[in-house]
């Protein structure tokens, strides 16, 4: 009973209602209605029935019950007419036992049943209903369920903390997508987390680095007053892989965010040719065998926009072998032609080499790809997501080459977990 379901279609919400509504005049008015939203509680069957069988139950919500809930908070419905709920109290009885009301439930949510429970709120008052009758739809490939409740009595104190197993939450924003809509409420709280890191990051990222006359990410040492090196000392330093990967990963783009989303193509011709050699193509499939680019020189480029500018630039060449090293820079610092300070590609195949003392970036980066390597495992997210996340906590958009070269790798990794996150089909029975 009440198990969460996954709709993979990409359909946009009013696809769904257009696909439903053909042949069901009815209904028209949810395609303009706001939904109501309610905390639903999903009977979890088999925690329900393991001291007693539910046909024999004596009372559904109370110290008596044997049902366990699953709670859903923010669940939206689409309420058939209004519930007059200044009516429906009454001071001597408590409630009005033919108050009842009926509902839509969208696909891609949950599966109802009778006798899970809604709750709305009303003026700080809280009104008990139960599920009666659940119909589904025949004139769709996606099945709606419309709902029939009546007001129930029952103490919600008991039911929040006697009947309640597991706690999750409702993301509206994910109807029509392929992302599930209902998420443990723990999960919805790492979603925050990642959200505000990724914002924080790309605020930086953006300041330090975006040229907005060139629409791309500009490594410059008039703007950011650092020399890598002092035959480059005066010069931009572009990187077209990283420009195609921001690209092919919409980095900067969220609308949900109060930054402005920023859509970047690639400066330089036929860059993309080999990009599947670069590190930005291995952290997106896994793929060892095709990095081939663990280094990088710098060439003058004379073409293009570039050429408008009086500015000069170089191009970030990635390539299979160190063209030099620098002798006069720090050697923290990445000025010798790599991406990493390790052989990522090494510590990413042995989960036996401890991390705990690289650069934080990099620590990151090293979970990542262990994951994709063990993503045929069950749960192997669970065992990092959230080192993930506290790592991702330290990480500072400084004004160093690595910032610039990293830190669009790492903001990629952090949306990433959060389509995992959001991937992961939960059946709460």
């Known amino acids: 009973m009440g198990k969460f379901i996954k709709e993979p279609n990409k359909e946009i919400l009013n696809g769904y209602f257009d696909n439903y509504l053909d042949n069901t005049q009815r209904y028209s008015k949810y395609q303009t209605n706001t939904p109501t939203y309610v905390d639903y509680y999903s009977i979890k069957l088999e925690s329900s029935t393991k001291d007693q069988g539910l046909e024999t139950v004596s009372e559904i919500v109370g110290n008596e019950s044997p049902i366990q809930y699953n709670k859903i908070v923010d669940f939206p419905i689409y309420l058939e007419n209004e519930v007059s709920f ?172 109060f930054l402005k989303n920023i859509y970047v193509e690639c400066l330089l011709k036929n860059r993309d040719l080999d990009y599947e050699r670069c590190f930005y193509s291995y952290l997106e499939t896994g793929n060892e065998e095709e990095y081939k680019y663990p280094y990088f020189f710098f060439n003058s480029i004379n073409e293009a926009t570039f050429m408008m500018f009086q500015d000069k630039f170089h191009e970030l060449v990635h390539n299979p072998i160190q063209i030099y090293k620098n002798k006069f820079v720090p050697a923290d610092k990445i000025t010798d032609g790599k991406f990493t300070s390790i052989d990522i590609k090494k510590y990413a195949l042995y989960d036996s080499l401890l991390i705990d003392d690289l650069p934080v970036n990099e620590q990151i980066l090293i979970i990542y790809l262990r994951i994709m390597k063990l993503s045929k495992q069950d749960n192997i997210l669970n065992d990092h997501y959230e080192d993930i996340v506290n790592l991702s906590k330290k990480v500072k958009v400084d004004k160093e080459l690595s910032s610039y070269l990293q830190i669009p790798c790492v903001i990629f990794v952090l949306k990433k977990l959060k389509e995992w996150i959001l991937h992961k089909t939960n059946y709460i029975n």
Request: proline letters at 3%; a negative charge.
């Open 86 to 257: 200044s009516q429906q109290l009454e001071e001597e009885s408590g409630f009005d036992v033919e108050s009842e009301g009926s509902a839509i439930v969208l696909p891609g949510t949950i599966i109802p049943q009778n006798d899970d429970i809604i709750i709305f709120k009303f003026l700080e008052k809280k009104y008990i209903y139960r599920i009666a009758n659940v119909e589904t739809s025949n004139t769709s490939m996606r099945t709606f369920y419309r709902i029939s409740f009546f007001l129930s009595p029952g103490d919600i104190d008991i039911l929040e903390d006697r009947q309640v197993k597991d706690e999750y939450k409702a993301i509206y924003d994910n109807l029509g997508t392929e992302l599930d809509v209902v998420i443990p409420q723990k999960s919805f709280t790492f979603i925050d987390d990642i959200e505000e890191i990724i914002n924080y990051l790309s605020e930086r990222y953006i300041r330090f680095y975006y040229d907005s006359k060139m629409n791309s990410f500009i490594y410059n040492k008039d703007k950011i007053n650092m020399a890598i090196h002092d035959f480059y000392k005066d010069n931009g330093i572009y990187d077209p892989k990283l420009a195609e990967f921001i690209k092919r990963n919409e980095l900067f783009i969220n609308n949900k965010s």
